[in-house]
């Protein structure tokens, strides 16, 4: 596909349907580093092909904010599997007052418009998808962030199953920061590195987790961070994810258990909480002295390994 009319991407949609897109600039939260679409200016882009998110909500307020985002006329590409929104975009399209062409190729529909799209339908759904506190569970969250209007059971088991904990830590794949929040209520955490690859979470639990103790990282819990010497950590806390990109991948949790290993000391523990049918035991053993089960119900499994 010729891109050339295209200045800007958001996520990664397939090479075989779109093309190259190593020239133009990254918009997706799930990209450290990247330029976030909810700050681009109003009519400055010049053409988005957008991956658009699975969720009804991030994927209309992505939508609406890409179309304030365009220059008038410039194209908006969008594009998804069927069964992770494709389905609904031409829906999504129409409610935002656009006209679109559709398409069908490889599980996906793809919809071109070039807006501009109706002012009201937009503020709307930018006003639906966007960051709020939520009373209830008295956090600040975001549609489209993991478990973003409830507590995820397998956190609130090790959470509840967590002594207080005590040094220096991390929590890899923080998310609104829960399980941070429940670390730093032991006084004698000296500090909490907290890092997730989704700038949206990062940013809700900057104001979750108000603690002078926590340093945030937008970035990969695979990689050890430059700034974190090796060996350096008394904990690391986590409940990795095994998601990536809409399919599960279990590989993803075991580079987790790897970054742990390698960024605690001797004797530092690492406290885990994970799905009862992940297999995470047989790269824990290696890595760690000792890994004892400590808990397990409600189809979940809490680990506490120690280095
Ligand atoms: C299962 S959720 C846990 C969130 C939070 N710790 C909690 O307990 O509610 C996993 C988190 O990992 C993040 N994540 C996914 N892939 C990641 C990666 N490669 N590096 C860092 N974080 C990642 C997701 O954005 C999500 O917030």
Redesign the pocket.
Known sequence: MDLSAYSHVYGVPPVDLVGDIAGLAQLSP?SPGAQALDEAAPQSIDGLVMLAPPGAIERRYALALALNALKPGAPLLALAPKDKGGSRLAQDLTGLGCAFEESARRHHRICLTQGPGDPAALAAAIAEGAPRLDETLGLWTQPG???WNR??P??AL?IANMPPLAGRGA??????????HAALASPKVKSLLM????RR?LECAKRNVADARAAFMW????KVPKTLETNALDFV????????SGHENRT?GQ??IQSAAAMLRTGGVLWL?ANRHLPYESILKPLFKRATLIKEAGGFKIYQAQK
């Open positions: 799930f962030v993991f478990s507590i995820d397998g956190s090790l929590d890899l794949g923080c998310g609104l920061g829960v399980l941070s890092i997730d690859l989704d979470a970035g990969d819990g695979r806390v986590m409940n990795p994810p095994f998601h990536e993803l580079s987790f909480t």
